[in-house]
């Protein structure tokens, strides 16, 4: 039953989603995010960058063709829905053409030219630097992009063209990528080193393989059970859920090891495997669900949160802390005696 059900959730477990946008932090029903999300529809504030590099002719026909090219090419980049400088905003006073083409025109005075765009504030800080010598690209990136982690892919494209011209990236869908990014790493670090921690343990203390594996698959089958679940109930994590997995797998293998200590103290005393297995799982299930249990709860009462992530996070723990116990049942008996 335990593999089956293992093997028929998995393709749904590869289906979970973690949610990268800024709105999950957000209650959806708050009256206060709604109004705050139509305002950002209108101005696109949460998902637009700044691309910034320095140039000392930027206000020049070379200037102007090198920040085309540099827009072009961050135009191409997935999940960049459109790239806007200075080269493509009218020209100050309402007066007819466009500044790139302007400056590509022999016949203009490019030094008043110059000076009548550093005069304005609408372009003045906000497209260009106040002394000239800095091009700003603003970039406008797909929503769906940056909740979804593909945006990941196109900040290291960003970051390479910026990169090539001594320039920078910015921006909130740049700073929140880069949060998520680093917690994955910790959590990767925290699952690694704790799983080897206690491997390393097992292996001293036990010194047979199959006390090595049956934890692993205890925790493996929790972990595929609770991101199919998260599938089914459309629920997705946010900025917290990088910390799922290494508390499932401290939570698994522990619970693991109980059984396991007892059912080597219990199988010295007795020939009969199967009889010592009946014992060990007699004596120990119950205080390891009233341990699964009541971390389930603990994980629960951050459902009354007010905080969107925390509320998540503490919900897909609680179920995750009690399929726990659900894997021990299914998969420590069959794994032992076949072991």
């Not at 006073?93 to 500044?99: N, V, Y």
Request: hydrophobic content about 50%; glycine content about 6%; some cysteine.
């Amino acid at each position: 039953i335990g593999i089956v059900t293992t093997l028929a959730l998995f393709p749904f477990s590869l289906q979970a989603k973690y949610d990268r946008s800024i709105n999950s932090f957000f209650d959806k029903n708050d009256p206060r995010f709604l109004t705050y999300n139509e305002i950002q529809r209108e101005f696109d504030g949460d998902t637009l960058c700044l691309a910034v590099y320095p140039d000392d002719d930027l206000l020049t026909p070379a200037g102007m063709a090198r920040l085309d090219e540099f827009a072009d090419q961050l135009a191409r980049v997935p999940g960049v829905i459109k790239v806007q400088t200075i080269s493509s905003m009218p020209r100050p006073g309402g007066r007819p053409g466009m500044i790139g083409k302007l400056f590509s025109r022999p016949r203009q005075d490019h030094a008043k030219l110059r000076e009548e765009i550093l005069a304005t504030d609408l372009f003045r800080d906000q497209f260009i630097s106040a002394d000239g010598k800095t091009a700003v690209c603003v970039v406008l990136i797909d929503e769906p992009a940056i909740a979804s982690g593909l945006f990941t892919q196109s900040l290291k494209e960003l970051r390479r063209l910026c990169d090539a011209r001594a320039g920078h990236i910015v921006g909130a869908p740049v700073m929140i990528n880069d949060v998520y990014d680093y917690l994955e790493q910790d959590s990767w670090v925290l699952t690694n080193v704790s799983t080897w921690a206690m491997i390393f343990v097992i292996v001293l203390l036990f010194r047979r393989l199959r006390w090595l594996v049956v934890p692993i698959l205890v925790v493996q089958t929790s972990l595929i059970w609770m991101r199919a679940m998260m599938y089914f109930f459309e629920v997705q994590l946010s900025l917290t859920g990088a910390m799922t997995t290494a508390m499932i797998t401290v939570i698994g293998i522990t619970s693991a090891i109980h059984v396991a200590v007892r059912f080597r103290e219990v199988a010295f005393d007795e020939n009969d495997v199967v009889a010592g297995l009946r014992e060990t799982l007699t004596h120990s299930l119950p205080p390891i669900f009233w341990a699964c249990a009541t971390t389930a709860v603990g994980f629960g009462a951050l459902a009354v949160s007010q905080v969107a992530p925390v509320r998540s996070f503490g919900l897909v723990m609680a179920a995750a802390s009690l399929m726990v116990f659900v894997a021990i049942i299914l998969i420590m008996p069959g794994a032992i005696l076949l072991a």
